[in-house]
Each structure stands twice: as structure tokens, then as C-alpha cells.
């Protein structure tokens, strides 16, 4: 409700007019830089972890879709009290000239947002929400180096994201000699806090080594210390493809929003290419148990047609979804990496058989490593996984599943 004391400037209540005025639409950037908290960067010590991650997690992605087995090092530098400079270099496939501003200065711009397969992140405000906390506590820009291949020069860019427009803004465009064949390399001025322990940047890149065995890290910290993960194998994991949705995960508003958006010109044809696991067979039996004719066009069907939809295929058997979209490590490698970064006595690992659970498959892997000089204060750790990466120093964010 409007505030009845409040007055204009003739003295009066203000109207409903009076109060249209002051509303204007918000930018994602300036919602997420008053809300920072929701990216993980509410305290220093995680917001020197998110950064971290980000980068990581990105590196690592552009790597495996590229069949590029990881080299990444990572630099902290600490500048003065609570500030620091981070710098992650990989050896990916580098980065377009017109895709880094955007990339790195603009929220909620990404290509795994709509693809159904494993993935670190699907969000887009990863490292751009690192670029833009670096900006806000230090003022500094991001400074991107990216290549291509080693025929063509390097693209340095300094960037800063401009939160009302979410739109980036190159301070510095020019090309550069480096020596590498192709990778990208980031360097940010942000504030924080350096801590070890458990939540800490030092073990957030111990487990990432042991749950990415083809990963080499180099790591060095602020006190100057340097740790190599070298990888544990020269095989790259399964590429994990891309499915459709199937049937059983599909919830009402998503199938009202897809039968509008469809390119099908029939109901028939869409069960049949829209989604994943229904043949000619199955999209009639889906019709009939719906009393909806199957040449009805999408884009026609009601509300109230669709809840028919679902309820058709609630009473359907409809084969389980494709695996395809999963790239499990295996028990083998899974043990191999425990040997590499614990020792312990004894080792074991397991990959479990895959689930499906409201349409979406699932696969859990266990590894246990055993005795050794493991601490004897805290003879049990328990380090969880989802999608190659640490949840519990995801660092603010869930994890996807």
C-alpha cells in the first residue's frame, strides 16, 4: 500500500500517477549487484572462492567441449590488506573477438541455459558476476587475454559491466603477441579474505583435481606456496550429449509454453520431435488418452488441453530417457585420482546404474579412500560432488543436479 503521509510537492497525497513515475524498470545487473549475496559473494572469504570457481569452472568446460585435456594455473596475489589480484590462465579454445565483452561483462549470457545435458553451470552469471563484484569493490576492470590458434594475435580487452544497461564496456581493445598456441587468461582486482581450512580456495582446488582426474592445476597462493594437481590420466571424460525433454519431467506451464513455441504443425508431430523417447505409437496412445486429435496444431491447444496432455502421460508407458546426456568418471579413475591426492591404506570406488527421476537421469558415484596419514582427529571426510565440481564450497549457489 502507498504511504497516505506522503506529499507531493503542491502539498497534496500523491495520486496513482504520482507514484507511476517513480516505478522504472530494474536491470539484472543492478538487482544482482544489490543482492549479491545470492551469487555467493556475502562474506570476503567466499567471494575469493566464487571468483575462483568461476573461472575454474568455466576453463574447465570450454576445455572438455573443445577434447582439450585442462592445463589451468591460478594466481593469487595479495595487494594489500583484503585485496587481491586472481589470475586463471587455461590452455582452452579461446574466445571470439566479439563474444569476450559479452562473456565476461554481461549477466545472464551463456549457451548451456537451454541444453538438457551435464554441465558445471547453466545460469550465464558466473564469471560475470566475478567481473562485476571486482568492479564494485576495487573499481578495477576485468583484463581479458583470449586466443584462438597460433596463427592469429592474442585480443586484450579491459572491460567493466554497466549494471543500469547490463551491457559491457570496453575501456581497451588491442591485439597482443603471446606466446600459446590458444587459451584465455583473466585477471581481476577484487576484496576479500584468504583463509585455509576447509572452505577454502586451497581445498576447493584439491577436490576439483581429484573429481576432474584429467585436469592438470597449478595453483599458487597468496603466501607464494605452489601446488600441482597433475592429472591423473590422458583421457578426456565422455562428452556428455544433448537430450529433449522427456514426457514424465515435463510440468504444465513448461508443455502450454513449448506447444506454443513449437515449429510442429501437428499435436502428432510434436510428441514425436519435441520430446525425447516418443515414437508415432506412443504420441496416438498420448492423443487418445487425452481425447485430443493428433493433427490438432499446437499452437491451437488451450490451458486446459495441455493439463489433458499431462495427464495422458502420467497413464502412458513411455520408454526411460537416453543416458547420453551424462559423463560419469568410472570406479577405475575415480580410485586412481584418491591415490593421486590421499594417502591413505586401502581405496575403493563404485559407479552406480543410472536412475531416472521425473524424466531426468541421474548417476551416483562413490569412492572411499581409507587409514594412511589421514588426520586421526577427523578419521572420516565426507567430500560430495554434483557435475565435477564441490558442493559444499560451491561457494553460495546450488549446485545443478
Same mark, same amino acid.
Given at each position: 500500500?502507498?504511504?497516505?503521509?506522503? /506529499?507531493?510537492?503542491?502539498?497534496?497525497?500523491? @495520486?496513482?500517477?504520482?507514484?507511476?513515475?517513480?516505478?522504472?524498470?530494474?536491470?539484472?545487473?543492478?538487482?544482482?549487484?544489490?543482492?549479491?549475496?545470492?551469487?555467493?559473494?556475502?562474506?570476503?572469504?567466499?567471494?575469493?572462492?566464487?571468483?575462483?570457481?568461476?573461472?575454474?569452472?568455466?576453463?574447465?568446460?570450454?576445455?572438455?567441449?573443445?577434447?582439450?585435456?585442462?592445463?589451468? !594455473?591460478?594466481?593469487?596475489?595479495?595487494?594489500?590488506?583484503?585485496?587481491?589480484?586472481?589470475?586463471?590462465?587455461?590452455?582452452?579454445?579461446?574466445?571470439?573477438?566479439?563474444?569476450?565483452?559479452?562473456?565476461?561483462?554481461?549477466?545472464?549470457?551463456?549457451?548451456?541455459?537451454?541444453?538438457?545435458?551435464?554441465?558445471?553451470?547453466?545460469? &550465464?552469471? &558466473?564469471?560475470?558476476?566475478?567481473?562485476?563484484?571486482?568492479?564494485? *569493490?576495487?573499481?578495477?576492470?576485468?583484463?581479458?587475454?583470449?586466443?584462438?590458434?597460433?596463427?592469429?594475435?592474442?585480443?586484450?580487452?579491459?572491460?567493466?559491466?554497466?549494471?543500469?544497461?547490463? @551491457?559491457?564496456?570496453?575501456?581497451?581493445?588491442?591485439?597482443?603477441?603471446?606466446?600459446?598456441?590458444?587459451?584465455?587468461?583473466?585477471?581481476?582486482?577484487?576484496?576479500?579474505?584468504?583463509?585455509?581450512?576447509?572452505?577454502?580456495?586451497?581445498?576447493?582446488?584439491?577436490?576439483?583435481?581429484?573429481?576432474?582426474?584429467?585436469?592438470?592445476?597449478?595453483? @599458487?597462493?597468496?603466501?607464494?606456496?605452489?601446488?600441482?594437481?597433475?592429472?591423473? @590420466?590422458?583421457?578426456?571424460?565422455?562428452?556428455?550429449?544433448?537430450?529433449?525433454?522427456?514426457?514424465?519431467?515435463?510440468?504444465?506451464?513448461?508443455?502450454?509454453?513449448?506447444?506454443?513455441? *513449437?515449429?510442429?504443425?501437428?499435436?502428432?508431430?510434436?510428441?514425436?520431435?519435441?520430446?525425447?523417447?516418443? &515414437?508415432? &505409437?506412443?504420441? /496416438?496412445?498420448?492423443?487418445?488418452? !487425452?481425447?485430443?486429435?493428433?493433427?490438432?496444431?499446437?499452437?491451437?491447444?488451450?490451458?486446459?488441453?495441455?493439463?489433458?496432455?499431462?495427464?495422458?502421460?502420467?497413464?502412458?508407458?513411455?520408454?526411460?530417457? *537416453?543416458?547420453?546426456?551424462?559423463?560419469?568418471?568410472?570406479?577405475?579413475?575415480?580410485?586412481?585420482?584418491?591415490?593421486?591426492?590421499?594417502?591413505?591404506?586401502?581405496?575403493?570406488?563404485?559407479?552406480?546404474?543410472?536412475?531416472?527421476?521425473?524424466?531426468?537421469?541421474?548417476?551416483?558415484?562413490?569412492?572411499?579412500?581409507?587409514?594412511?596419514?589421514?588426520?586421526?582427529?577427523?578419521?572420516?571426510?565426507?567430500?560430495?560432488?554434483?557435475?565435477?565440481?564441490?558442493?559444499?564450497?560451491?561457494?553460495?549457489?546450488?549446485?545443478?543436479?
Amino acid at each position: 500500500m502507498a504511504k497516505t503521509n506522503e /506529499k507531493n510537492i503542491n502539498g497534496k497525497n500523491p @495520486t496513482a500517477e504520482d507514484l507511476a513515475k517513480k516505478q522504472r524498470e530494474i536491470s539484472v545487473a543492478e538487482f544482482f549487484e544489490k543482492n549479491r549475496h545470492l551469487l555467493g559473494f556475502d562474506n570476503p572469504r567466499k567471494a575469493l572462492l566464487t571468483t575462483v570457481k568461476e573461472a575454474v569452472d568455466n576453463s574447465l568446460d570450454a576445455c572438455e567441449e573443445s577434447r582439450i585435456l585442462p592445463e589451468i !594455473a591460478v594466481e593469487i596475489i595479495e595487494m594489500s590488506e583484503n585485496r587481491f589480484k586472481v589470475i586463471i590462465e587455461d590452455n582452452g579454445p579461446g574466445i571470439v573477438k566479439n563474444q569476450i565483452p559479452k562473456i565476461f561483462a554481461k549477466l545472464l549470457y551463456g549457451s548451456k541455459f537451454h541444453r538438457l545435458r551435464q554441465s558445471r553451470g547453466q545460469q &550465464g552469471i &558466473g564469471i560475470s558476476a566475478a567481473v562485476m563484484f571486482a568492479q564494485l *569493490t576495487t573499481g578495477r576492470p576485468a583484463k581479458i587475454l583470449s586466443k584462438t590458434s597460433a596463427e592469429k594475435p592474442a585480443h586484450y580487452m579491459e572491460l567493466h559491466l554497466n549494471t543500469q544497461t547490463n @551491457t559491457p564496456e570496453v575501456l581497451i581493445d588491442e591485439e597482443k603477441e603471446w606466446n600459446k598456441e590458444h587459451g584465455t587468461r583473466i585477471e581481476l582486482d577484487i576484496e576479500g579474505n584468504y583463509t585455509k581450512g576447509s572452505q577454502s580456495v586451497d581445498e576447493y582446488l584439491r577436490q576439483t583435481a581429484i573429481i576432474n582426474p584429467h585436469a592438470t592445476i597449478i595453483y @599458487t597462493n597468496p603466501k607464494a606456496e605452489q601446488f600441482i594437481y597433475a592429472r591423473a @590420466t590422458d583421457q578426456l571424460p565422455k562428452e556428455p550429449l544433448e537430450i529433449k525433454p522427456h514426457p514424465y519431467g515435463l510440468e504444465l506451464g513448461i508443455l502450454a509454453k513449448m506447444l506454443k513455441n *513449437t515449429e510442429s504443425r501437428t499435436l502428432q508431430s510434436f510428441l514425436t520431435t519435441d520430446l525425447s523417447r516418443v &515414437g508415432p &505409437g506412443t504420441a /496416438k496412445e498420448i492423443c487418445d488418452n !487425452a481425447l485430443i486429435d493428433p493433427k490438432r496444431k499446437p499452437q491451437e491447444l488451450t490451458i486446459q488441453d495441455a493439463e489433458k496432455l499431462i495427464n495422458a502421460i502420467r497413464k502412458t508407458k513411455i520408454m526411460a530417457p *537416453t543416458t547420453d546426456c551424462l559423463s560419469p568418471i568410472g570406479a577405475e579413475l575415480i580410485e586412481k585420482s584418491l591415490k593421486k591426492e590421499i594417502n591413505a591404506e586401502f581405496y575403493v570406488a563404485i559407479s552406480r546404474p543410472i536412475f531416472v527421476y521425473r524424466g531426468n537421469p541421474f548417476q551416483i558415484e562413490i569412492g572411499l579412500a581409507y587409514g594412511g596419514n589421514q588426520s586421526k582427529e577427523n578419521p572420516v571426510s565426507l567430500l560430495r560432488f554434483a557435475n565435477r565440481g564441490p558442493i559444499a564450497l560451491s561457494a553460495g549457489r546450488m549446485c545443478n543436479n
